[in-house]
């Protein structure tokens, strides 16, 4: 094992785990992990509605985070 955050463990790990995430994410999402469009258009949408929806999610995240961080009093 190495410990995050070093040289080692990046070169070794890589973005292993941030690309597993979403994956994980949209299997979950699906209705039981499979796709619930059968024509290629129609999958392209369902796909592009994902990755609105995840960035979406996102964006609001990073905003709350933004708030706060400029809302707490400065040490």
């Known amino acids: 094992m190495h410990p995050p955050g070093t040289p080692v463990h990046t070169k070794t790990y890589g973005p292993g785990n941030y690309a597993e995430s979403p994956h994980s994410q949209l299997d979950d999402w699906l ?30 995240h ?13 040490d």
């Open 31 to 60: 209705y039981r992990g499979r796709m619930v469009a059968l024509m290629v258009e129609r999958q392209a949408l369902v796909m592009l509605s994902f990755a609105v929806t995840h960035n979406a999610v996102a964006d609001w």
């Open 62 to 74: 990073h905003r709350q985070r933004q708030r706060i961080q400029a809302l707490a009093p400065a």
